[in-house]
């Protein structure tokens, strides 16, 4: 299982060089895709307006490949993320996001948590998880909830 997490992180995500910290946006946007597949799984109730929030906000917001999308549903599916936790990710958000950038992906995570216009405990508890590991404000955290709160229709 933990093998084909590392697998695909060869693949598609390479980890910065010791001499530099820069990330590359397709690694950012990778991981964050990654981030959101796994909300959507989080309240163990996957529901079509979740499946079609992901991956239009897959294919709208980042320049990934057909192969690359797949690859991250099928991972998805296999439950494997469990495994790792959310470092590889939020590690490479820390060193390559600017705080803004950090908020949106707060943000983007609170359109998966309501598109199925119930917000489940979990998919609240891994937002709040996430929030902290990238270092969001809880002020910041609060506000991108209200923001897409306030734009779902189903909960408005």
């Known amino acids: 299982m933990i093998s084909t997490v590392k697998q ?20 950012l946007q990778i991981a964050t895709a990654a ?3 796994e909300l959507m799984r989080s309240d163990t109730q996957v529901s079509e307006e979740e499946q079609k929030t992901v991956k239009n906000t897959i294919r709208s917001k980042f320049q990934l490949t057909k192969d690359e999308i797949s ?8 439950k494997i993320w469990e495994a790792t936790g959310y ?9 390559g996001f600017t705080y803004d950038q950090k908020v949106k992906v707060i943000e983007h ?5 309501f598109a199925d216009g119930i917000l489940d405990k979990h998919e609240e508890h891994m ?5 902290s590991l ?4 809880h002020k910041d955290f609060i506000e991108a909830k209200l923001r ?9």
């Open 8 to 27: 695909f992180f060869e693949k598609y995500i390479k980890s910065p060089s010791q001499s530099s910290d820069k990330v590359s946006e397709h690694a």
């Open 35 to 37: 981030l959101l597949i």
């Open 71 to 78: 690859s991250l549903l099928h991972l998805a599916e296999e």
């Open 87 to 95: 470092f590889e990710f939020t590690s490479l958000m820390n060193k």
């Open 109 to 113: 995570l609170w359109e998966v948590a």
């Open 127 to 131: 937002v709040r998880r996430i929030a």
């Open 134 to 137: 990238i270092h969001v404000s």
């Open 148 to 156: 897409v709160k306030a734009k779902t229709p189903k909960l408005s």
